[in-house]
């Protein structure tokens, strides 16, 4: 035991719990304990988020940098064709032909050949149907009888003439890539570096701009919306509070699909509204209101079906503002509108951060209703995503297009983070 | 005790269940999945429900045809394909057969000889597009209009629907290149034997997307076959592009005041293809349904249903009546002589090349 003397101090001036050791240490191994058995509660949900949401999205996105199709179809190819120098303007020699036709036989056996064809065809059009063409000729070639190859494969296809195959091949080359992310920043890559896609394939930047653009309208329009309905559900007598949030929730639990094609009925050149309006004469029958294919008719048709998840949270955090705040307000003289701005609001502005957040991160990855509703005008950047996944196949691009739209929302709740506080966002 | 008997009970049923699969050498069990909708019923009638009664198979559908290619790819990589037998169109074939996702069908000795002894290879012909495709009908995209809406003179050619003064009023087009381009190719004086030559160039692309931008603020772009027959019901739009059994549909079932404008129609193929990665007696069951339901009589049997051609020369002659309707189809296929003057055939080859590069370019235009 240490000198211990009668205020609880050693003889180094250390505070010392009640066993002797000092104060600081104590308190860090009670602390780590705390820390640790709060992690072992956790662990089984962590685990499963780990295996089921983390790593298959990892592994997905990480197709976004996976180039080794190249490597493992024509191993010798690559390795050959590293040493070719294309600035030269001559084709590559007959070295690298005749460890093409030996990957390729091997290849078109094991029918590898056309994957890579395919793979390929994204960087270069035309490659699909010449690796396809080629497959069914060169099946009978011999590697090690039939040489020289440079003639012969010029003759089967005149694409294996063409430099630019082989720059486009030697390019390609890599384990991995920063062709799919290039992609989807409206460049690729050329056998001379970086360049930017010629404008009339220019179309994700822009997209990416009115996708975050319109998300902050939806935002927007479901606060503007959303607030009053929140601040009813808040303040009238209970029995009415419940009869309106049956009126909110109902829509909610409608299927999503109904409630947008349920829009192209109000909406349409023939639709209810504008047949409302022409017989009301207000709208000439033959200009009728253009309200969907467009993007007004996105922004009504998300605000409709992202309103709940504004007014919810609104609601619970409003429940918690007392209002006797707002009656001693009004009693230190405050008219109406102060007494709301300068007080309830400003409460409430967690709750509003809390929806905000929700609703911007939904839209952002919305594309059915744009896909219905938004005509040509009021598509996603989630449209194009959903396009290379099912009809091109382009993964790579797919994945460097939604791990771009991840950082972008990371970064944005990270700027929120900063300007607003997380901790200023409540959930009731 | 009763969670020991429980769980007792379940692992039997569970190991029953396997069993289910596993018949001798074919499985008695089968996943066919295709498009859903009329489509799917006319293969119930004609295929499923007859060689399910002859054979003893319970056959479950699946109608996630349009996302065939890829789930087929995810199923290939995660290792347990479900599918066993999948309808796609030609175009997704040769996809599928390029990654190696589709089986190599021989079709002499996998599908079925003609009643009278013709080869299957020589009964389908040309129309055996890709090593891995059996196919089972000519559908068209091709245009249907009201007839109340067009004013006096019908259309009879597809330079209608770029002719906005004779024309007035919104057209449906679908919102992809391929047909689009052709057809605005060929109504700007391109000859019709160029037309792919001419695509294939940078200002044959810019010239079709020009052509296009004329009818631009007038269009009404669809990405599903039910889209235009609901534009042309609510008279949202005066003409528009659709594959042609629905518009057979909302002209003969629903009566609606719709015609077909057959000219430059564009025929394209469905068919069937056997996921690789199968176990060997879900492959024999396979092959073995292939082989029933890609026959002479079954495909003209299909055509009963719906307004569809069969693959096949054979079944031509033997394409009869509308089961409930009445009504003889031969005038309504797409492959009648009178509705297939001028016609194109999907240039598959072009367009798996083609396609990434000029959706690329066409989207863009479509954001401008």
Redesign the interface.
């Known amino acids: 035991m240490s000198d211990i003397s009668a205020d609880g101090l050693d003889a180094n001036g250390l505070v010392l719990a009640a066993d002797g050791t000092p104060l600081k240490r104590s308190l860090a191994r009670a602390m780590r304990r705390q820390k640790l058995r709060a992690l072992l509660l956790v662990a089984p949900l962590l685990i499963f988020v780990l295996l089921t949401f983390i790593y298959p999205i990892g592994v997905m996105l990480s197709r976004s940098v996976q180039n080794d199709i190249v490597a493992n179809t024509l191993p010798e190819t690559v390795r050959v064709l590293g040493r070719w120098d294309a600035s030269t303007g001559e084709l590559p020699d007959e070295e690298v032909y005749a460890a093409f036709t030996r990957d390729m036989v091997i290849a078109i056996a094991d029918?590898?050949h056309?994957?890579l064809?395919?793979r390929l065809?994204?960087e270069k059009?035309?490659?699909?149907?010449m690796f396809?063409q080629s497959g069914r000729k060169m099946k009978k070639l011999d590697p090690v009888a039939d040489a020289p190859f440079k003639d012969k494969l010029i003759g089967i296809h005149k694409g294996w003439g063409d430099i630019e195959t082989w720059k486009t091949l030697q390019t390609y080359s890599g384990i991995y890539t920063s062709g799919y992310f290039l992609n989807a920043v409206d460049a690729h890559m050329t056998p001379e570096g970086m360049a930017w896609q010629p404008e009339?394939?220019?179309?994700l930047l822009?997209?990416f701009g009115r996708t975050l653009i319109m998300s902050l309208i939806i935002t927007g329009s479901c606060i503007m919306l959303g607030y009053p309905i929140a601040w009813l559900l808040a303040n009238v007598s209970p029995r009415n509070a419940n009869l309106l949030l049956i009126l909110v929730l109902l829509p909610f639990w409608t299927s999503l699909l109904v409630r947008t094609s349920a829009w192209k009925v109000m909406l349409?050149?023939?639709?209810v509204i504008n047949e409302v309006l022409v017989w009301i004469g207000l709208v000439p029958d033959a200009d009728r209101l253009i309200l969907i294919?467009n993007q007004f008719g996105t922004i009504v048709a998300m605000t409709h079906i992202l309103l709940p998840f504004m007014i919810l949270p609104m609601y619970s955090v409003m429940q918690t503002i007392p209002p006797v705040y707002l009656r001693a307000a009004k009693s230190m003289g405050a008219t109406n509108w102060t007494a709301f701005w300068r007080v309830y609001f400003p409460q409430s502005v967690p709750g509003i951060g809390a929806g905000s957040i929700l609703v911007f991160i939904l839209s952002i990855g919305y594309y059915i209703t744009p896909?219905i509703v938004g005509?040509?005008?009021g598509?996603f950047i989630s449209n194009?995503i959903a396009?290379h996944?099912?009809?091109?196949?382009?993964?790579g691009l797919a994945a460097a297009l939604g791990t771009i739209l991840l950082v972008v929302v990371l970064a944005l709740y990270w700027a929120y983070d900063r300007i607003v506080g997380i901790d200023n966002v409540k959930l009731g | 005790m009763k969670l020991t008997k429980t769980l007792l009970a379940t692992t039997a049923l569970t190991v029953a269940a396997g069993m289910v699969n596993a018949d001798g050498h074919m499985s008695s069990e089968m996943t066919i999945v295709s498009w859903g909708g009329a489509y799917s019923a006319s293969q119930k009638g004609a295929y499923h429900d007859p060689y399910a009664e002859a054979n003893g198979v319970t056959i479950i559908n699946d109608d996630s045809s349009?996302?065939a290619?890829?789930k087929l790819?995810a199923m290939s990589e995660a290792g347990n394909v479900t599918w066993d037998v999948v309808d796609v169109v030609a175009a997704d074939a040769i996809?599928l057969?390029?990654?190696?996702l589709a089986m190599e069908i021989d079709a002499d000795t996998m599908l079925a000889d003609a009643p009278d002894g013709t080869k299957a290879s020589e009964d389908f012909g040309d129309l055996l597009v890709s090593d891995c495709f059996i196919p089972q009908i000519v559908y068209s995209t091709t245009f249907g209009y009201r007839t109340d809406l067009v004013g006096d003179t019908a259309p009879t050619t597809v330079c209608a629907v770029f002719d906005t003064e004779a024309y007035p009023g919104?057209r449906a087009l679908e919102?992809r290149p391929i047909n689009n381009m052709e057809w605005a190719l060929l109504c700007d004086g391109v000859a019709k034997d160029a037309v792919y030559d001419v695509l294939a160039t940078q200002e044959g692309q810019?010239q079709a997307?020009a052509k296009l931008d004329t009818i631009k603020d007038d269009v009404?772009?669809w990405?599903a076959g039910a889209d235009t027959p609901q534009l042309l019901a609510?008279?949202?739009v005066v003409m528009g592009s659709t594959y042609n059994g629905r518009l057979f549909a909302a002209i003969e079932e629903q009566k609606l005041p719709v015609a077909m404008l057959w000219d430059a129609q564009v025929f394209d193929l469905d068919g069937w293809i056997i996921p690789t990665g199968l176990s060997p007696e879900r492959q024999a069951r396979a092959l073995d349904y292939i082989m029933f339901a890609t026959d002479t009589q079954r495909l003209a049997d299909q055509a009963q249903y719906i307004s569809y051609g069969p693959a096949r020369k054979s079944s031509a002659p033997l394409v009869g009546k509308h089961k409930t309707l009445g009504i003889d189809m031969a005038p309504h296929m797409p492959t009648d002589p009178n509705n297939a003057t001028n016609t194109f055939l999907y240039n598959y080859?072009f367009w798996?090349?083609?396609?990434?590069?000029i959706?690329?370019?066409f989207?863009?235009?479509?954001?401008k």
């Open positions: 029918k590898k056309t994957r064809g395919s065809n994204y059009t035309g490659l699909s149907s396809r009339d394939k220019q179309i822009k997209l349409q050149q023939n639709g294919n896909e005509g040509t005008k598509v194009r396009y996944i099912s009809s091109s196949l382009n993964w | 349009a996302e290619v890829a790819r996809r057969c390029d990654e190696g919104k919102k810019d997307l009404i772009w990405s609510d008279g949202e080859v798996a090349d083609y396609r990434d590069d959706d690329a370019k989207q863009a235009w479509l954001a």
